[in-house]
């Protein structure tokens, strides 16, 4: 098959390697130029995508992130790219258009717990960009679209949760959260493309939800600092299962975020 990335950074790599490897034609939009070997790169804005010259497309990954994370940012990034992306696809045979969302769209925020089966309904205007983004595609392709809701991408750094662990003496509540390594992401969805019949949604997340405290708190101990207290018994944030993965029979490889977080001090501080 020829696959096309639209957005290629650090997932799209990881899937891009997967399934050249496999023996598909892979194709790239970006911003930037691109240097790996295992796909054509097209340096493209998404707002004017010309696929004209392009063979036969016949899947899609569409993994964009904008720069900020203003309203203004999401609005430009995710909502004002589906027309052209939409109309530059339909000279294309597209079987599947997978689009990256996040379990942002859920606005649960006291520790209820969500899964694939939850209704969706954000509570901030960047939750709503992605969840009329996530419409605009499943309306221009209802059989063909899928939307993947990751949590929390991990696995490259941990520097920002180190500086948090430093910095903090306290933290406002007990706040819920969820995980994903890259690596089990990039997998599952290299996978899609071998499953018959796939589901419109998948949440992807690691099933153990965690109290971010806690997790500074790990991190300030393996640091041998002082341990944060906790100011409020106010719950926030929301716990996540991925029942449709599960479902799906996908096994994740890196279930212990603590493990990984190890790996990564060590590999840096060595």
């Known amino acids: ?5 639209i957005g290629y950074g650090k997932t799209s790599a990881r899937i891009a ?4 490897e496999q023996g598909h034609q892979i ?3 970006s911003h930037s130029a691109k240097t790996d070997s295992c796909a054509t790169h097209h340096v493209q804005d998404v707002h004017q995508l010309d696929l ?3 063979a036969p497309i016949d899947w899609v990954y569409v993994l964009l992130s904008p720069d900020q994370s203003t309203i203004d940012a999401y609005q430009q990034t995710y909502l004002d790219s589906v027309a052209p992306i939409v109309t530059a696809l339909k000279s294309h045979p597209i079987q599947r258009l997978v689009v990256v969302s996040s379990t942002r769209v859920y606005g649960e925020n006291a520790g209820e717990r969500v899964d694939d089966d939850s209704a969706i309904y954000p509570n901030d205007p960047q939750g709503k960009v992605l969840h ?12 063909h ?6 949590s929390g991408i991990y696995g490259t750094s941990v520097v920002r949760l180190e500086k948090m662990a430093r910095s903090m003496a306290s933290y406002p509540n007990l706040h819920w959260s969820n995980r994903i390594h890259i690596e089990d992401l990039s997998r599952f969805m290299a996978e899609m493309i071998h499953v018959e019949h796939l589901e419109s949604s998948y949440i992807l997340t690691n099933n153990q939800p965690q109290l971010l405290h806690e997790v500074l708190q790990w991190f300030q101990q393996q640091m041998r600092l002082p341990l944060l207290k906790v100011e409020s018994a ?22 212990d975020c603590f493990r990984d977080y190890l790996k990564l001090m060590n590999k840096f501080d060595s």
């Open 1 to 5: 098959m020829h696959i096309l990335f």
């Open 17 to 20: 390697k997967q399934l050249f």
């Open 27 to 29: 194709s790239t939009i």
């Open 52 to 54: 004209g010259s392009f």
């Open 132 to 143: 009329h983004m996530e419409q605009a595609y499943l309306a221009a392709y209802p059989e």
């Open 145 to 150: 679209c899928t939307i993947v809701r990751p």
């Open 234 to 255: 106010q719950v926030t944030g929301k716990k996540l299962y991925a029942t449709h993965m599960e479902k799906m029979g996908f096994k994740l490889e890196h279930e």
